[in-house]
């Protein structure tokens, strides 16, 4: 890290969008690692994670948020949402994720927030590998540049990694000068038992189908390392006896898939063995039960 104080800079960046505009993709290919999940189903981030990003002249500090939707009036809504929207009046500079070619309704509901933001605010607008006619992103910045004063609009590609580089270069020099805050080697705020739970609900994700994934969540019961060995124990906690048995699968296929799909991440991230466990359980509509909520990691 540079010694050069007064020339380094230092802050929190809010990454804000709708559900599945590729945020989470983002902030993953910004840190060369993955700290947030990531799936094609909307709502995947359901905390705010933050994922640090630490160089010889910067230390920037982004926020993954839950992606701000309208219309669902549950408990566990109401907190991905007051999570996303509390997070761009806690931060130096606001990058505001949009999807090329689209301009939907829960787009607009993020820009009428981010008009009373009182810090810069820079527009992504992602995935721009999947459009054949060039001509298209012209008339997108031509669009959206009417909307709102964006301090600059960036086209990239997270998944890809095109642009990439002019963004992080425009929110380094939009940061305030300031000392770090964090160790130079920390990634993320979230503990390894968080990354772990959040893995298991990745895989999960991306193999059930329709609204089964929003009904379950991940809480980890048991973390013990002996040696080059990790003993792991996770409930995967559903809402109905019905929704067990799909997770489970026939003869315990399906939890068996997912168990070893997770395992073998987790030991790249760990960095040896591990014995993962999973059960599921039922807790009667605990998405929109506030104390149980609470209990499994969630608050308002």
């Known amino acids: 890290m540079t010694d050069t104080k007064d020339q380094f800079h230092c802050g929190y960046i809010a990454i804000v969008g709708r559900p599945n505009v590729g945020k989470s993709t983002l902030m993953n290919f910004i840190l060369g690692q993955k700290i947030s999940i990531t799936s094609r189903k909307p709502q995947t981030t359901r905390h705010r994670i933050l994922g640090i990003k630490t160089t010889d002249t910067a230390q920037i500090i982004y926020a993954d948020t839950p992606g701000l939707h309208q219309g669902s009036k549950r408990v566990m809504n109401r907190i991905m949402n007051r999570a996303a929207v509390d997070a761009i009046h806690d931060v130096d500079l606001v990058v505001f994720v949009i999807e090329t070619g689209a301009w939907k309704q829960e787009d ?119 040696g080059k060995l990790s003993k792991i124990g996770a409930v995967i906690w559903v809402e109905r006896d019905s929704q067990k048995a799909i997770v489970i699968g026939r003869n315990g296929e399906g939890l068996k898939s997912v168990g070893k799909q997770a395992r073998i991440e987790m030991e790249k991230i760990i960095g040896h063995k591990v014995f993962l466990q999973l059960w599921v359980k039922v807790k009667d509509k605990w998405s929109d039960d506030a104390r149980a909520l609470q209990n499994l990691g969630y608050s308002e």
């Not at 380094?172 to 160790?183: C, G, H, Q, T, Y």
């Open 108 to 226: 607009q509901f993020i820009l009428d927030k981010l008009q009373a933001a009182t810090v810069p605010v820079l527009l992504v607008i992602n995935k721009v590998d999947r459009l054949k006619n060039k001509d298209d992103l012209l008339l997108q910045i031509n669009d959206v540049s009417e909307k709102m004063d964006f301090d600059e609009i960036i086209p990239l590609s997270a998944e890809k990694g095109d642009n990439v580089d002019r963004l992080e270069s425009a929110v380094e020099r939009m940061l305030p000068i300031a000392p770090a805050m964090f160790p130079e080697d920390q990634v993320t705020d979230r503990s390894e038992r968080f990354i772990i739970a959040e893995l298991i609900r990745e895989k999960l994700m991306r193999r059930l189908t329709k609204e089964l994934p929003y009904a379950l969540t991940v809480e980890i019961e048991r973390f013990e390392t002996e």
